[in-house]
């Protein structure tokens, strides 16, 4: 089955960056658009970015857009989201995932299948 698998994440004080990485098991993350989406405590699960598989088009939510850069190195089979200028509404924990489609959705939907990792908590706080 697919599987996922996140890291990078850690508390940070605001203001600070943390970069995470999102890995696969086979050719997942190379051949199709990947997303990273967030939730934090009381909320539902929201898209933040999304890269496509070949690496022409990088969307972002609206509350990232300018600080998070999404990107990928299909030789490591990795992607990863960098994340600059934290600020505490980023707290939650965050995952990666794929809608198995070469191009983003440009709503950012949440996938509603299981393939996901365990997640990558990020916590900004003083």
């Known amino acids: 089955q697919v599987q996922l698998v996140e890291s990078g994440g850690g508390l940070v004080q605001p203001g600070g960056s943390l970069r995470l990485s999102c890995t696969a098991s086979?050719?997942?993350?190379?051949?199709?658009?990947i997303g990273w989406y967030r939730q934090a405590p009381g909320r539902e699960r929201e898209g933040i970015s999304c890269?496509?598989?070949?690496?022409?088009?990088?969307i972002y939510g609206e509350s990232v857009k300018g600080r998070f850069t999404i990107s990928r190195d299909n030789d490591k089979n990795m992607v990863y989201l960098q994340m600059n200028n934290l600020e505490p509404e980023d707290t939650a924990v965050y995952y990666c995932?794929?809608?198995?489609?070469?191009?983003?959705?440009?709503?950012?939907?949440?996938?509603?299948?299981?393939?996901w990792g365990q997640g990558t908590q990020v916590t900004v706080s003083s």
């Open positions: 995932s794929t809608l198995f489609t070469l191009i983003c959705n440009s709503a950012m939907v949440v996938p509603q299948h299981n393939y």
């Open positions: 086979g050719s997942i993350l190379r051949r199709y658009a």
């Open positions: 890269i496509s598989a070949d690496d022409d088009e990088t």
